[in-house]
């Protein structure tokens, strides 16, 4: 557990640590961790020194930890001890000059078997190890570092869903404004307590959980890796006021018997984001567990959240398509939606989300042809298909390329996945389109089952086929164990298309 003084006083130390071995102003320094108190200190170490953290998902290996560093050009590296060996011969011949380890039970109240059990053995580097440093008596003095807001803060790269992940080059001015923001949108007090589900890695762990706590004086708690017994723990031991995580991670406390409302008695408010959630879901978590989950909106490009559900307020479904809104513009935001011509269109009319706000990053990192494309004057082109109705609510119909392409007729996979959702048996479901020599594309859906209940794929035909427009409605089901997703809980699609994942199938 530690305090303010405590939080000042490390960072210091790291700092340090850091100008001793060549960091200055704008180097990467790459930070490969799990949500444990090195990764927040890390970070404010870095920025003392105006150098830049490079936010890596601690599950990538080999190459994909490469590929980053590579993009990113990181001097240095702070990993967990227990990946220690497989990141210095990953890292072998890189820009990485040294790689430091960190302990993943440092700092905790307990170190939960459930979490830490079954992992590799923990090592420390022979280029020393922030447990060390940490333990130093001493209290550094810093030399003052000229920072504006339009310097680098971090690198976070995109999930990688359409392409290649790129690095956003989050400024200071995009981060204090994203926090400062958020916190005002949630009411967030110093006597909040916030627990960080979605991982520091990504966008929204180190922006709406860390980064509000950290900012506002709330009290943050970390769980390091997800398990979701731990979380829902951790929601009754700490007192919790405060979350936002993946639809997926929630979903999870439904596979636990002895969860119910009892959990989350000290909870404030809930958001989840990240990917879509169906109306459903949202009345089966409130009828079980006894909170109203707010939808949220935002992209790596918007340094997390900017459009959300305003606290205590219920979504509207969209009437034509079934979709949950996914809130209303927060304040010091301006959304568009657009047509090809960058035109607004009609109240009620479907067109691209564009967005505007101090919160969107200038551009990715090393990669001009693409930060001209995706920020026309500065505006981001988000390739999300929205609608507005005249309250100013804001539904997604879905990604520009997913759209499926059926006899001549347009489908959007969210509006099938949301019929699939009001089936008892169904716990997730992901919509695509495959090649048809007869449509030219089909509707097809791959579906995971809820604990407990046996469906076909005949059945679930026949289910959206009672909801859904003829052209709409999946012609194929495939039944599986479980979604492919990245780490933030986003279903792959392009895996999907490509039939890598088999499963029953009926047609």
């Not at 920072?147 to 204090?176: C, E, I, Q």
């Amino acid at each position: 557990m530690l305090t303010a003084l405590d939080v000042d006083r490390l960072s210091d130390q790291f700092a340090v640590e850091f100008e001793d071995r060549g960091v200055v102003k704008g180097d990467r320094v790459a930070v490969y961790l799990q949500n444990i108190p090195y990764h927040p200190l890390v970070l404010l170490a870095l920025w003392k020194l105006g150098a830049i953290g490079v936010l890596v998902n601690p599950m990538y290996r080999g190459s994909e930890l490469r590929r980053l560093i590579d993009d990113s050009g990181a001097i240095g590296i702070v990993a967990g001890r227990r990946s220690l060996a497989e990141t210095r011969a990953a890292l072998e011949d890189s820009s990485v000059r040294w790689v430091l380890s960190a302990s993943d039970t440092a700092f905790q109240t307990r170190d939960d078997p459930r979490v830490f059990d079954g992992l590799p053995p923990a090592e420390t580097s022979p280029d020393g190890d922030l447990e060390a440093v940490a333990a130093s008596a001493s209290r550094p003095r810093l030399r003052a570092i000229e920072l504006t807001g339009d310097d680098t803060a971090f690198l976070t790269y995109t999930s990688g869903t359409t392409g290649p992940p790129k690095g956003a080059m989050n400024s200071h001015r995009n981060v204090l404004h994203a926090i400062d923001n958020f916190s005002e949108w949630i009411g967030l007090g110093q006597k909040d307590v916030v627990l960080a589900i979605a991982p520091m890695f990504h966008i929204t762990g180190m922006v709406i959980n860390a980064g509000i706590a950290l900012l506002g004086g709330a009290t943050l708690v970390l769980t390091a890796r997800y398990h979701a017994e731990v979380v829902a723990d951790a929601f009754k031991e700490h007192g919790v006021t405060f979350t936002i995580g993946s639809i997926t991670a929630f979903n999870a406390f439904f596979a636990l018997p002895q969860v119910d409302e009892s959990y989350f008695r000290s909870v404030r408010l809930l958001y989840s984001g990240g990917a879509p959630i169906a109306p459903s879901t949202i009345s089966r978590f409130q009828e079980r567990f006894g909170h109203y989950l707010h939808n949220v909106w935002g992209m790596t490009e918007t340094t997390a959240g900017g459009i959300a559900v305003p606290a205590g307020a219920v979504a509207p479904v969209d009437p034509r398509s079934g979709s949950l809104s996914i809130g209303m513009a927060m304040q010091n935001v301006t959304v568009r939606i657009i047509d090809e011509s960058g035109a607004d269109v009609p109240a009620g009319e479907e067109g691209e989300l564009e967005f505007s706000a101090p919160q969107v990053i200038s551009g990715y990192w090393g990669n001009p042809e693409a930060t001209a494309s995706t920020f026309p004057d500065g505006r981001l082109r988000t390739g999300d298909v929205a609608v507005k109705d005249e309250d100013g609510w804001i539904f997604l119909v879905d990604r520009l390329k997913d759209l499926i392409n059926a006899s001549g007729f347009k489908v959007w996979p969210r509006e099938v996945e949301d019929a699939l959702y009001e089936h008892p048996a169904v716990f997730e479901a992901a919509v695509v389109g495959e090649p048809d020599e007869y449509r030219g594309e089909t509707v097809v859906a791959y579906v995971s089952l809820n604990p407990g209940h046996l469906v076909g794929p005949e059945e679930l035909i026949a289910f959206t086929k009672e909801r859904l427009a003829a052209y709409k409605y999946p012609r194929r089901v495939r039944i599986v164990d479980a979604l492919p997703k990245t780490v933030t809980g986003k279903i792959r699609r392009a895996e999907l298309r490509s039939s890598s994942v088999g499963g029953k199938d009926a047609s």
